[in-house]
């Protein structure tokens, strides 16, 4: 049953190999499933993982570019010219003629019921206020910035991370004017961006992937994921590394900790190689084949402008978390999840992975935690409410 067509404007290749490409690829797939017919327009970076998109009714149109760099100050003299546009570093950066050129020429061929234009860069390129117009926020990038302005330890970074603040503010005051709705990932964030505009602000659930419960109660090893170019991932795996795994290591000297995601540069990867029992797997197609092997995730976030989907998918495989409570934010239930502070991080994964019946029950609150708030249901009850399923 065709129930309409949508163009998808997205920041990167939905191939589910990062959090927000997760989402992204499933929100898709749900689509599709209902019968809309789906072109996708979006960049693939080329030291990222792509995984093509075979889904019936859906349309993808790729345009290679050079892969974002790690953010550093270094980074950023390299690709000086993007620091003197008004527009944020970030939207200034992966701006694409070309893209832009091929949206506005799948406009004139087809008629579109919806645009979603999902992720911060992505509203730069509509033109006017459109009916169709639906912006889907995949992180608080404005939020972010102001994060890291007031936590980023180099001085000259500090002055750059907070003129990006105020260009972000900018930024969303002029393109938000252009769109019809705003779907916000979390209720802080949501809070924050229906004093933007007009545009009827909703909270729109994130759903990852039901799978098999793959939790282990008798191993006693250790895994975290993310994309490891990502700041605020390699900011709070070098923390765990230099504040917890010794302690870890010595009371429990067989427990092993995976780490899974791609883009690693080589002076992080020889950074963990100084970690006994710590193990850089890269990119896993199937998660399924480590967290198998895995009583408990983690997750040392202390900079969210979101939703962490790395915890979402523990989750979801039924592994139980410890996680401090930043990097819960957003979420509407933290069952399946130990809230622990700095000061108590190693003590909660040491007393965790001692308590079998403890990770077990964690496991199950995790697992049906999941069904409750990140599941199919929740997100067709969304777009029932939004009047794009009847």
């Avoid at 995984?51 to 790690?70: A, D, H, M, N, R």
Wanted: aromatic share 12%; charged share 20%; net charge positive.
């Amino acid at each position: 049953m065709k129930r309409g067509r949508i163009l998808i404007v997205t920041q990167m290749y939905p191939s589910g190999s990062t959090g927000t490409s997760v989402k992204t690829l499933y929100t898709i797939r749900f689509l599709a499933k209902e019968g809309f017919i789906i072109d996708i327009c979006c960049p693939h970076y080329h030291k990222m993982v792509k995984i093509p998109l075979t889904i019936s009714g859906v349309t993808i149109y790729p345009f290679e570019k050079q892969t974002i760099g790690k953010f550093s100050f270094a980074y950023l003299l390299r690709a000086w010219k993007s620091l003197f546009s008004w527009k944020p570093f970030r939207a200034a950066k992966l701006y694409d003629r070309v893209i832009d050129t091929t949206i506005q020429a799948l406009r004139t061929q087809h008629r579109y019921d919806y645009i979603f234009f999902d992720g911060f860069s992505t509203i730069q390129y509509t033109k006017m206020l459109d009916e169709s117009h639906i912006y889907i926020d995949d992180e608080d990038i404005t939020d972010l910035m102001w994060q890291r302005t007031l936590t980023t330890p180099n001085y000259l970074l500090r002055i750059f991370y907070a003129i990006e603040w105020m260009k972000c503010l900018l930024y969303e005051r002029i393109f938000f004017r252009r769109v019809k709705e705003i779907w916000a990932i979390s209720p802080n964030t949501k809070k924050r961006l229906q004093t933007l505009s007009n545009a009827k602000t909703s909270l729109m659930p994130t759903i990852v992937p039901s799978h098999q419960n793959v939790f282990h109660n008798q191993s006693k090893h250790i895994i975290f994921s993310g994309l490891l170019s990502w700041q605020e991932n390699v900011v709070g795996l070098k923390w765990f590394l230099a504040n917890c795994w010794d302690t870890i290591h010595a009371s429990l000297p067989d427990t092993h900790l995976y780490i899974t995601g791609q883009m690693a540069d080589q002076d992080f990867a020889q950074y963990i190689k100084m970690f006994p029992h710590v193990t850089l797997l890269g990119f896993i197609p199937n998660l399924t084949s480590v967290y198998n092997r895995c009583a408990l995730a983690i997750a040392p976030i202390f900079t969210n402008a979101g939703i962490k989907v790395k915890i979402l998918t523990y989750l979801s495989f039924g592994l139980p978390v410890v996680a401090n409570a930043e990097a819960t934010w957003g979420m509407t239930s933290t069952d399946g999840i130990i809230l622990s502070e700095k000061n108590q991080f190693t003590d909660s994964i040491i007393h965790l992975l001692a308590d079998q019946n403890l990770r077990t029950s964690l496991s199950k609150k995790g697992k049906n935690n999941m069904t409750l708030h990140h599941s199919e249901k929740s997100l067709r009850t969304f777009f029932t409410q939004r009047g794009i399923l009847v």
